[in-house]
């Protein structure tokens, strides 16, 4: 993989740069920019297949910088100090980031994820994530791709949401139904902060929309009457959400 890294700092250019040789042979560094104009220059010229790049540096952040690329046909994963929001807007926005000082492990899995990966990055995630960014009371969008491109759902939107096989269906108000092409546990791992719970192998709830707990039929009622079960595991902590609703 062509890569770039982008970074104002001398020393997190290098060490990316070492860490990339000793632990992801497979990439091949073709330019170390400092800023955003040689971000530019260089993803023009060089035509890169990943980009490495820091989220907050001066004159042009990242956003700023990749709004006027003309092809996002490359994977880009943001590198960042320690912010839990910001953290949490990227995966939000169903994008890669590496926390700072980046972990070998952590690297490693990038590039293989980057590897993996069909479709390039699109606007649409880099502005909802910019959004995300500048308005850090706002609620979270999460990001899910469908056959039109990407869409970005509000998580009071969100119902539950059923597994099937490799895939997610999630149950929204209104009736409407979204299939995204990730499992239930990532979303699980996502959402378990926002008011989300676990409460089958095959469910995921929206613990504001549970009505009430069904304990002849050992199921939850949602608010639109859908009727969701719940693993005997998970009773009692489903209990206690709903007294604490």
Request: hydrophobic content about 45%; some cysteine; charged content about 25%.
């Amino acid at each position: 993989m062509k890569a770039i890294v982008v970074d104002d700092e001398l020393h997190c250019r290098e060490v990316l740069r070492i860490m990339l040789e000793m632990h992801c042979p497979t990439v091949h560094l073709l330019a170390e920019c400092e800023d955003g104009p040689q971000a530019l220059a260089a993803i023009e010229k060089l035509k890169p297949d990943i980009v490495f790049m820091d989220i907050e540096m001066p004159g042009m952040n990242a956003f700023e910088t990749l709004q006027q690329v003309q092809d996002l046909n490359f994977q880009i994963v943001f590198t960042t100090a320690y912010d839990k929001y910001a953290i949490k807007a990227i995966k939000f926005s169903a994008l890669d980031y590496l926390l700072k000082p980046i972990d070998a492990d952590e690297l490693m899995a990038a590039v293989h994820k980057a590897t993996q990966e069909m479709a390039p990055v699109q606007q649409a995630q880099l502005e909802q994530l910019r959004q995300s960014m500048l308005n850090p009371q706002s609620e979270f969008k999460l990001m899910i791709a469908g056959m039109d491109g990407p869409r970005f759902i509000p998580t009071s939107e969100i119902l539950f949401a059923e597994a099937q096989n490799n895939y997610t269906r999630f149950h929204l108000k209104n009736n409407k139904k979204m299939l995204a092409s990730k499992t239930l546990l990532e979303f699980e791992n996502l959402l378990g902060e926002h008011g989300f719970m676990r409460v089958h192998k095959s469910y995921l709830i929206n613990v504001k929309y549970a009505d009430r707990y069904l304990s002849i039929k050992g199921t939850v009622l949602m608010e639109d009457g859908i009727e969701v079960d719940v693993s005997r595991r998970k009773k009692d902590a489903l209990l206690d959400a709903l007294y604490k609703k």
